[in-house]
């Protein structure tokens, strides 16, 4: 089986539902039948992140996530940073300190080390204009990314060909994402992800930050049967994300299995009743969504 639970639904400036980071648990039965999961990833860890985290870790069913009052930071095996923008990458100098200061292990170092993924320039852009600055000391010596993460660099020469195996049975696919450029689309990088299972049909769609780009994902959407893409519910122009007038274009099938996140603090306002109406509905916080259950 495998869930997604998002510790936050919101934008970069949500206040009350915190930023859109998701849980993603892999289990061998089910969190029915077993305490915690065999492996698990999160999406992303913002800058609200650890905070959405410590309240999660209180919630029934997710209690491995706890050590007393503090979030045990080991529970976390993996992190996949879709892109560098704080909402994303902002709680990952918390994680990597309490893992190597508040948390033994069998590493050589001493420390907890989770798998960190993503592609190799945003892994290289991640340390040098985000991380160095807060982690790049280590008493009195300098230090590295991979002081603090076993650094999973994925090629960014061809990075549509790429991806990474949970329990060896349920593949996610990164693909470029239209979020940002600089000359041209995809020049500055993005990511998503699409899921698949190993001797299934199935597959399951997580947009990441994009603008709208149906026609380049129209494929993988036609072949989910879950869909989580990102939204901006007030209109703009020259978004950087999917306006929700924009999706409402997308065809009724595809709408129906689409759940919205990345919403602002407006959600709840009565023009936005139309989302129950036209889509799966908003995505709700630290509720689990089955993506496949064999």
């Known amino acids: 089986m495998l869930t997604m639970t998002f510790l936050g639904v919101g934008g970069a400036f949500a206040k009350r539902n915190f930023q859109s980071n998701a849980l993603v648990e892999a289990w061998t039965v ?3 039948a077993q305490a915690s ?32 009052a503090r979030i045990h930071f080991p529970a976390i095996k993996r992190v996949f940073i879709s892109h560098q923008h704080a909402d994303h990458i902002g709680g990952l100098e918390e994680m990597a300190f309490a893992n190597r200061f508040l ?11 989770p ?7 945003i892994l290289k852009n991640l340390w040098e204009h985000s ?26 020469d061809n990075v549509d060909a790429c991806g990474f ?24 990088p993005s990511l998503g992800l699409f899921i698949t299972q190993d ?6 769609f997580f947009s990441g930050d994009t603008k709208y780009d149906f026609e380049a994902y129209e494929s993988m959407l036609q072949r989910s049967k879950i869909i989580f893409h990102d939204v901006q519910l007030h209109e703009q122009p020259d978004p950087v994300h999917a306006l929700l007038s924009q999706m409402q274009e997308m065809p009724q099938a595809i709408r129906q299995k689409t759940f919205l996140y990345h919403y602002d603090d407006t959600w709840d306002a009565p023009q936005y009743n ?18 496949f259950d064999g």
């Open 199 to 204: 001797g299934s049909s199935e597959s399951a």
């Open 30 to 32: 089910g969190p029915d």
């Open 131 to 156: 991380l160095k600055g807060g982690l790049g000391i280590l008493k009195d010596q300098p230090a590295t990314l991979d002081d603090y993460f076993d650094v999973n660099a994925l090629a960014h």
């Open 274 to 291: 139309c989302v129950d109406e036209q889509f799966a509905g908003f995505v709700k916080p630290h509720r689990r969504y089955v993506i």
């Open 103 to 113: 948390y033994a292990s069998t590493n050589d170092n001493g420390s907890c080390k």
């Open 115 to 121: 798998e960190l993924i993503s592609s190799t320039e």
């Open 165 to 188: 195996d949970l329990l060896d049975k349920y593949r996610f696919s990164i693909f470029s994402t239209d979020h940002l450029c600089l000359d041209h689309k995809y020049d500055w």
């Open 37 to 68: 999961p065999d492996d698990n990833l999160l999406i992303d860890f913002g800058s609200t992140g650890p905070l959405a985290l410590h309240q999660l870790k209180d919630v029934d069913g997710f209690h491995y996530l706890s050590d007393g």
